[in-house]
């Protein structure tokens, strides 16, 4: 173990060696580790120091959801973060029908837990897929995701632009197909071929209790080939891997893709434990059990282990192309940009509210 570890440890060290030559060829660089060092320097507080700046300011995080009505996008959003944090149940006497038109809603919370902020913001697209002709219902969607694009470059491009930009860019779009157990409808691969240029979509399969263990595993099969086949990438995308530790971990992120989840706010007593969960009259489908479902492995994707990297493939990838494509139009100067006014007429819905947890 001693070996490997010092074989990494040189690896480590000739790669940064590189990189320093590289970007300053005319210095001269070297490494050095805490073992040649008179005494402890202190650099790793800077680890602290940037928890307790961003646990002090916060985070924002903007999520989509996109799906018919009656798949329970509402109720996975509330399952996801334990708290009514949907448009449903923040809407005081909501009543269901069916929207002649896409339109967006937005609602935002803030949410604390052990002394970290988020400003949580949910979007939800009621009437997508609802109606007899669907033909372009994707476009209000497309504008609205752009609009968020162009909203933060405009806050960039101004002479006295503030310390911290307010960031409402959508970072990621939960895509809700039914579970129907044949193959992907015609309107879900013209959605993700057009939106998964522009934002991560991170597909899944809703109410997948309806199907059985192994109606569900041929269900993804077919997904996946069809999603390759039409060369649609959903995240994570492999081009977007940075190292071999993480191409292993998304690696088997990709391979359990579209995930079949079930939500519920429900919770029931299980061998004496409070479980979250859907009772049927053949027992009790436990939403976190991943035995049951795979809502466990879509939770940890979005909030305990991709949450910082879908904000991070949101800026540097999707809002980066943006960028570059509206700098470079022909017919685009920079006072034009900064000062004319973008119309944001999509009708959106917005709704704030704080909570703590």
Not at 22 to 28: D, L, T, Y
Request: charged share 30%.
């Amino acid at each position: 173990m001693g070996i490997e570890e010092t074989k990494k440890e040189s690896e480590l060290e000739a790669e940064v060696q590189l990189e320093l030559r590289q970007s300053a060829p005319s210095f001269q660089t070297g490494f050095i580790r805490g073992t040649d060092l008179f005494g402890y320097v202190g650099i790793e507080a800077v680890l602290d120091q940037m928890r307790r700046k961003t646990m002090k300011a916060g985070f924002e995080f903007n999520i989509m959801v996109v799906g018919q009505s009656g798949l329970g996008k509402s109720t996975l959003v509330n399952t996801l973060f334990k708290s009514k944090v949907s448009r449903k149940s923040c809407t005081p006497d909501y009543e269901e029908k069916i929207s002649k038109t896409v339109k967006l809603h937005t609602v935002s919370h803030v949410i604390e837990e052990k002394g970290v902020k988020m400003k949580l913001t949910v979007i939800d697209t009621p009437g997508f897929g609802d109606q007899i002709n669907n033909e372009n219902c994707w476009e209000p969607i497309v504008k609205y995701i752009n609009e968020q694009y162009e909203k933060y470059l405009r806050e960039e491009l101004n002479i006295n632009r503030k310390r911290r930009i307010p960031d409402s860019r959508v970072h990621c779009c939960i895509y809700f197909l039914p579970a129907t157990g044949h193959r992907l409808r015609p309107i879900d691969l013209e959605f993700m071929k057009r939106l998964g240029k522009i934002v991560s979509i991170v597909p899944v399969i809703a109410k997948a209790d309806t199907l059985t263990v192994e109606e569900r595993q041929e269900f993804k099969e077919r997904i996946r080939k069809d999603l390759t086949s039409n060369g649609i990438h959903v995240y994570p995308q492999r081009e977007y891997d940075e190292d071999p530790e993480e191409r292993v971990l998304n690696d088997r992120i990709r391979e359990s893709i579209p995930f079949a989840v079930v939500g519920t706010d429900k919770e029931h007593q299980v061998n004496g434990n409070k479980v979250l969960g859907r009772k049927t009259k053949w027992g009790i489908i436990e939403v976190e059990n991943v035995a049951h479902c795979e809502f466990a492995n879509l939770r940890d994707l979005l909030i305990r282990s991709h949450l910082q990297d879908l904000k991070d493939v949101t800026h540097n990838i999707h809002y980066e192309s943006y960028r570059v494509r509206r700098l470079n139009e022909s017919n685009m100067n920079f006072s034009e940009l900064v000062l004319s006014s973008w119309p944001l007429k999509n009708g959106t819905d917005t709704c704030e509210t704080e909570s703590q947890l």
